[in-house]
């Protein structure tokens, strides 16, 4: 069974750093991408950053230039550094690893992230 577990959520002032994590039960090369998606009381979940089995990234406008998405290949893990947090980034982020060859997705179980003071 496929499992994808998060990790390093938590409270932060404005302006602090978190970095998340996300560790796969198999090759994170199974997966045609991997992505951090999140979702904030009474609103839609939304990407937040994808990694692409060839490594590309791609990020939300909200987000760039202050999110990093990376991955370690051997640790099966995937991470999400968050840079100068605002309040609006407070959601439940969860990890997503797609794997389209068989149309599955898998989510982790989520990690809060709140930033405020």
């Known amino acids: 069974q496929v499992q994808l577990v998060e990790s390093g959520g938590g409270l932060v002032q404005p302006g602090g750093s978190l970095r998340l994590s996300c560790a796969a039960s198999?090759?994170?090369?199974?997966?045609?991408?991997m992505g951090w998606y999140r979702q904030a009381p009474g609103k839609q979940r939304e990407l937040v950053a994808i990694?692409?089995?060839?490594?590309?990234?791609n990020y939300a406008d909200s987000v760039k230039g202050r999110f990093t998405i990376s991955r370690d290949i051997i640790k099966r893990t995937v991470f999400l550094q968050m840079n100068s947090l605002k309040p609006e980034d407070t959601a439940v982020y969860y990890c997503?690893?797609?794997?389209?060859?068989?149309?599955?997705?898998?989510w982790g179980q989520g990690t809060q992230v709140t930033a405020s003071s």
């Open positions: 198999i090759s994170i090369f199974s997966f045609s991408s």
């Open positions: 990694i692409t089995n060839g490594g590309s990234t």
């Open positions: 997503n690893g797609n794997r389209s060859s068989i149309k599955l997705d898998y």
